[in-house]
């Protein structure tokens, strides 16, 4: 069995929708099939869910949001006209506008997966099955033992269907939504529920790129990565997969593809627990952070003191996206848009916590480079190979880090370095596979 979540570049309009459904044709396997909201083409140059979302910000203003709901309605009536559609969408649009104003955000902007869904069930000549009946999140996040009782009752193991990604159910039966590219969870999800053979994730990419092809030109491919590589990946902000979606996928051991819908028979990338050839599996980063340095005395010696810190990083909705800590210190990295409107308040209470003795001080301008690879614990070199070609073009490395699951190595950089340090690892180790020394 394979599930199979198309995103909604894959379903951008009826031309899509025919790609789709001779995919889905040319293999019997593929039999439950999760939907994102219609995304954009040169035609529609707004999502469907940006066209929601912007509808309900402008729901108080009646010919604004009259503008935005004939742009929706008229975009899913010509679907249903052009694939020859007979669901009755006619009656749900009215009946959704006609009750905007009573409606919450998560059950507005969730109708787009809603519509596109019952388009492509009946396109498919499959059953529709809404993300209401079944899947229950707690927080936006989802609550899978509670999602198992709900998904076992409704006995879909043999019929095929489709399901709308995105959107669930709380406790107390309220809709929520989850974070923008949920679908991918929302496939993943079903595809722990169902035991899948497989889950494939249709995008408009042929796979995973190995660094960013903004930055690098023409990067590789990356063939196969294990799940905790896919994760360090999807931490750093690699945009073609969800964060959330991976766990219920490695909970049963799922293997998954990444494939694209425009070039279906291009291999795009495998994602299991085999490790793979590749000396690097990929290079990722990130700019713009700040690292708080806090120096004190045996900082380290009472615990508190870091829970104290933390307390009150939370306090003042600062998310600390790594932090390092030795015997006198402690760094705290952190996203420097967040701390820009608080920096003087932190302040203000570090130096409360900590009245005597304690070296406060900013490094801003930070950028982060991760290099992941399963690689590292059987090649400790590696690392040190790397250092070396930053420091032998003169890039001030700000700090190195590796992580506790040796597949992650990260690179702290000043922002005016970041390109340069992204090109000379990229390069050296394009340059060290093809010359065959892994």
């Known amino acids: 069995m394979i599930i199979a979540k198309f995103g909604g570049s894959s379903l951008a309009g009826a031309h899509q929708f025919n790609k789709v459904k001779s995919l889905v044709q040319n293999n019997p396997n593929r039999t439950h099939i999760v939907v994102s909201a219609m995304g954009k083409d040169e035609a529609n140059p707004v999502k469907l869910t940006d066209e929601l979302i912007a509808l309900y910000d402008n729901r108080a203003n009646d010919e604004l949001a009259a503008e935005h709901f004939e742009r929706i309605k008229v975009r899913l009536l010509t679907l249903k006209k052009d694939l020859a559609l007979t669901v009755n969408l006619d009656y749900q649009l009215e009946d959704f506008y006609r009750n905007l104003n009573h409606l919450s955000y998560a059950e507005c902007v969730s109708r787009g997966e809603y519509f596109t869904a019952q388009l492509m069930a009946e396109y498919l000549g499959y059953q529709f099955v809404d993300a209401i009946d079944f899947l229950v999140l707690n927080q936006n996040q989802v609550d899978l033992k509670s999602s198992q009782e709900k998904f076992a009752a409704l006995n879909l193991q043999d019929t095929p269907c489709v399901f709308p990604g995105f959107y669930g159910l709380d406790n107390q039966g309220n809709m929520q939504l989850m974070p923008r590219s949920g679908s991918d969870t929302s496939g993943s999800v079903i595809a722990n529920l169902l035991d899948a053979d497989l889950y494939e994730n249709w995008t408009d990419v042929a796979g995973i790129k190995a660094a960013d092809p903004r930055l690098i030109d023409n990067p590789k491919r990356i063939e196969q990565l294990t799940y905790d590589e896919l994760q360090e990946l999807a931490y750093m902000g690699l945009s073609v997969f969800q964060e959330d979606a991976i766990k219920p996928i490695k909970d049963k051991n799922i293997p998954t593809r990444i494939l694209d819908t425009n070039h279906p028979d291009a291999l795009g990338t495998t994602i299991c627990n085999e490790f793979s050839n590749q000396l690097i599996t990929g290079l990722v980063g990130q700019q713009n952070y700040t690292i708080i340095?806090?120096?004190?005395?045996?900082?380290?010696?009472?615990?508190?003191?870091?829970?104290?810190?933390?307390?009150?990083?939370?306090?003042?909705?600062?998310?600390?996206?790594?932090?390092?800590?030795?015997?006198?210190?402690?760094?705290?990295?952190?996203?420097?848009?967040?701390?820009?409107?608080?920096?003087?308040?932190?302040?203000?209470?570090?130096?409360?916590?900590?009245?005597?003795?304690?070296?406060?001080?900013?490094?801003?301008?930070?950028?982060?480079?991760?290099?992941?690879?399963?690689?590292?614990?059987?090649?400790?070199?590696?690392?040190?190979?790397?250092?070396?070609?930053?420091?032998?073009?003169?890039?001030?490395?700000?700090?190195?880090?590796?992580?506790?699951?040796?597949?992650?190595?990260?690179?702290?950089?000043?922002?005016?370095?970041?390109?340069?340090?992204?090109?000379?690892?990229?390069?050296?180790?394009?340059?060290?596979?093809?010359?065959?020394?892994i």
Not at 321 to 339: A, R
Not at 352 to 368: A, G, M, N, V, W
Not at 416 to 433: G, H, S
């Open 293 to 437: 340095h806090i120096k004190k005395f045996s900082l380290s010696r009472d615990y508190s003191n870091f829970v104290e810190i933390f307390k009150l990083m939370s306090d003042l909705s600062l998310a600390v996206s790594y932090t390092f800590s030795g015997k006198d210190h402690i760094d705290l990295i952190v996203e420097s848009s967040q701390l820009n409107k608080n920096k003087a308040l932190l302040f203000d209470k570090l130096q409360t916590l900590f009245p005597t003795d304690c070296q406060i001080t900013l490094k801003e301008d930070i950028s982060l480079i991760a290099a992941v690879s399963d690689k590292f614990s059987a090649k400790p070199y590696l690392v040190s190979d790397l250092i070396e070609q930053l420091n032998q073009n003169e890039i001030d490395v700000q700090f190195v880090n590796q992580s506790s699951t040796d597949v992650k190595v990260l690179f702290g950089v000043k922002n005016d370095d970041y390109i340069k340090a992204l090109q000379l690892l990229y390069n050296y180790v394009e340059k060290k596979e093809k010359i065959n020394l």
